[in-house]
């Protein structure tokens, strides 16, 4: 015997107060748009590849481990304050790529079998094509 509707935890992500699934644009795919008490709006953007899952998944690991927060708490603690982060990745956390010290923007780059180049050309993509813009 269950509940008559039941739902899955597919993601999980601590983010702020209120969510709304919307279309960017008129005939794009659905996203989910959050805002803050604190006045923050963010966007959750589904990824439609596998390659572009491990891409960015990759990619936030390395900077995970390259970038300390200013206030030198670990980023995965923080996004997972309440519950553990699950099959979400931290664009926010990915766009700081462009604003890292040369030399690390190549390390980075060289563990992704990719140049600082092709990796900020991937992120401007996913960013265009995921919302639509």
């Known amino acids: 015997m269950g509940a008559l509707h039941k739902t899955r935890l597919i993601a ?28 923050t709006v963010g966007v959750l953007v589904p990824l439609a590849s596998k390659e572009d899952v491990d891409f960015i ?21 923080w996004r997972g ?3 553990p982060v699950k099959s979400v990745v931290d664009g926010d956390l990915c766009e700081t790529f462009a604003r890292l010290p040369p030399g ?6 060289g563990e992704l079998d ?11 993509q996913l960013r265009v094509t995921a919302s639509g813009f």
């Open 81 to 83: 304050y309440y519950v």
């Open 12 to 39: 999980q992500f601590h983010i702020g107060n209120f969510i709304y699934k919307v279309s960017m644009v008129a005939s794009g795919r659905e996203v989910l748009l959050y805002t803050c008490l604190h006045g």
């Open 57 to 77: 998944s990759t990619l936030e690991q390395h900077i995970r481990t390259e970038q300390t927060s200013l206030v030198g708490r670990d980023h995965l603690a």
């Open 114 to 124: 990719r140049t600082v180049g092709e990796v900020l050309k991937k992120l401007e």
């Open 104 to 109: 690390k923007q190549s390390a980075i780059a």
